[in-house]
């Protein structure tokens, strides 16, 4: 019998490290991050998160690379979960949490909140580029996850599936999202 935490996967070395240092390197026209809430609107709230971020669409500079980074993970995923199928995908989103940055726990039932135009996700997926930050990590249903530079971690975007990004105390912490549908 399958418990919550078996949909939850952290894969390693699944991000090319010169993507990585390319992507922290490179000068993304940053925005506060926003909160989504349930009315759709967009609200920025520090009590509920405290980073920046931006979205890379496609035509834009590492669109391709990540998109095809991504579907490398699905296919891990999928060997994992063979009833597992992706018809659609989101835009992608660099996130940048700086020392003292978080996000506060919360559920990804998104619905055109973040670019998607086909129904809710059941999948969010996480790349990290870097590792050498101190706090900064991620608690998914209950349980801490070490995420080292490369790695990915993918999990069902649904009620069972609770997280946030605790507090970074050190460094800055660079991620990029992807949901599902």
Same mark, same amino acid.
């Given at each position: 019998?399958?418990?919550?935490?078996?949909?939850?996967?952290?894969?390693?070395?699944?991000?090319?490290?010169?993507?990585?240092?390319?992507?922290?390197?490179?000068?993304?026209? !940053?925005?506060?991050? #926003?909160?989504?809430?349930?009315?759709?609107? %967009? =609200?920025? *709230? &520090?009590?509920?998160?405290?980073?920046? /971020?931006?979205?890379?669409?496609?035509? !834009?500079?590492?669109? #391709?690379?990540?998109?095809?980074?991504?579907? %490398? =993970?699905? *296919? &891990?995923?999928?060997?994992?979960?063979? /009833?597992?199928?992706?018809?659609?995908?989101?835009?992608?989103?660099?996130?940048?949490?700086?020392?003292?940055?978080?996000?506060? *726990?919360?559920?990804?039932?998104?619905?055109?909140?973040?670019?998607?135009?086909?129904?809710?996700?059941?999948?969010?997926?996480?790349?990290?580029?870097?590792?050498?930050?101190?706090?900064?990590?991620?608690?998914?249903?209950?349980?801490?996850?070490?995420?080292?530079?490369?790695?990915?971690?993918?999990?069902?975007?649904?009620?069972?599936?609770?997280?946030?990004?605790?507090?970074?105390?050190?460094?800055?912490?660079?991620?990029?999202?992807?949901?599902?549908?």
């Amino acid at each position: 019998m399958q418990k919550v935490n078996d949909y939850i996967k952290l894969y390693t070395d699944v991000v090319d490290s010169q993507l990585c240092n390319e992507m922290i390197n490179y000068e993304f026209n !940053y925005e506060k991050s #926003t909160y989504s809430t349930h009315d759709s609107g %967009k =609200v920025v *709230k &520090l009590e509920r998160v405290a980073s920046v /971020d931006c979205w890379i669409r496609e035509r !834009y500079k590492f669109y #391709t690379r990540l998109k095809e980074t991504y579907e %490398k =993970v699905i *296919k &891990l995923y999928q060997k994992d979960f063979s /009833d597992f199928a992706v018809q659609r995908h989101t835009d992608f989103r660099i996130s940048k949490y700086s020392k003292g940055c978080f996000m506060s *726990k919360h559920i990804d039932l998104i619905h055109h909140s973040h670019g998607q135009q086909y129904g809710y996700p059941q999948v969010t997926i996480l790349l990290f580029l870097n590792d050498d930050y101190e706090g900064g990590k991620i608690e998914i249903a209950d349980t801490l996850y070490d995420t080292p530079a490369g790695s990915s971690i993918v999990f069902p975007s649904n009620f069972m599936y609770p997280h946030e990004v605790l507090r970074v105390k050190e460094g800055t912490r660079y991620s990029v999202t992807c949901w599902l549908m």
